[in-house]
C-alpha cells in the first residue's frame, strides 16, 4: 500500500514537472503573411542563415566549412514557385553560388525543393525581429535553421533558438562564425 502512495504521488508529480516544462510555442507560418501581405512577398528579399539544429551532428555537416550564407529570395517563373539564389563563403574564403526553385505547396507555407521530392522546408515564426526558422526534413534527416534579415541578430535570437531546438530532441547545435565578408550575390 505504502509503495503504491509514493508511485501515484512520482506520477503526479511527473504529470505536473512535464506541464511546467514543455517546449515553448512556435507557430507555423500561414499563407495570411504578415502585415496582411499574402505568403511569400513579406519573405521575399536577402536572407542571412544565423544557426542550425538537428539531433545529430551528420545532420548539420554540410555546414561546418561555412562560414556565412546570403540568400535572396524571389518570385519565380510561374505563382506557386520562388527563385533562391544563395552565395556561401567558406572558412577557406572561397565564394560559392547556389541556386534552385522552391514549390509552394497550395494553402500552405510548406517548400519542395524542385529535383529533391524527399526534402520538405517548413516555414515557422520567430520570436526574434527579422527572423525565421525553416524545419528541413528528407529522407534520413531533419534539421532547423535560423535566418535573419540582418548577419547579426541580437544574441537572444540565437540563445531563443538554441533553448526552442534543444528542447525539440536536437542535440546537435552550428552557428555560422560569420567573421568575413560577405560574397556578392550573382544577378542572374
Known amino acids: 500500500m505504502f509503495y503504491q502512495i509514493w508511485a501515484a504521488l512520482?506520477?503526479?508529480?511527473?504529470?505536473?514537472?512535464?506541464?511546467?516544462?514543455?517546449?515553448?510555442?512556435?507557430?507555423?507560418?500561414?499563407?495570411?503573411?504578415?502585415d496582411g501581405k499574402e505568403f511569400p512577398e513579406p519573405h521575399l528579399g536577402r536572407w542571412y542563415f544565423i544557426a542550425g539544429a538537428a539531433p545529430t551532428k551528420e545532420e548539420l555537416a554540410t555546414f561546418d566549412p561555412v562560414d556565412n550564407i546570403v540568400f535572396n529570395m524571389?518570385?519565380?517563373?510561374a505563382p506557386t514557385q520562388l527563385q533562391l539564389r544563395a552565395t556561401i563563403r567558406t572558412k577557406n574564403g572561397l565564394c560559392v553560388p547556389r541556386k534552385w526553385i522552391y514549390?509552394?505547396?497550395?494553402?500552405?507555407?510548406?517548400?519542395?525543393?524542385?529535383?529533391?521530392?524527399?526534402?520538405?522546408?517548413k516555414l515557422f515564426s520567430s520570436s526574434c525581429p527579422g527572423g525565421i526558422m525553416l524545419k528541413e526534413s528528407g529522407q534520413g534527416y531533419q534539421r532547423f535553421l535560423l535566418y535573419n534579415r540582418s548577419p547579426h541578430p541580437p544574441e537572444k535570437?540565437?540563445?531563443?533558438?538554441?533553448?526552442?531546438?534543444?528542447?525539440?530532441?536536437?542535440?546537435?547545435?552550428?552557428?555560422t562564425p560569420r567573421n568575413q565578408e560577405v560574397c556578392a550575390l550573382s544577378s542572374d
Open 10 to 34: 512520482f506520477y503526479l508529480y511527473g504529470i505536473l514537472l512535464n506541464s511546467i516544462y514543455q517546449c515553448p510555442e512556435f507557430s507555423q507560418l500561414t499563407t495570411q503573411g504578415v
Open 74 to 77: 524571389a518570385s519565380g517563373s
Open 103 to 121: 514549390h509552394l505547396t497550395e494553402g500552405s507555407t510548406d517548400l519542395r525543393t524542385e529535383g529533391r521530392p524527399d526534402m520538405k522546408t
Open 157 to 175: 535570437c540565437v540563445e531563443e533558438f538554441q533553448s526552442l531546438t534543444s528542447c525539440l530532441d536536437s542535440k546537435a547545435f552550428l552557428l
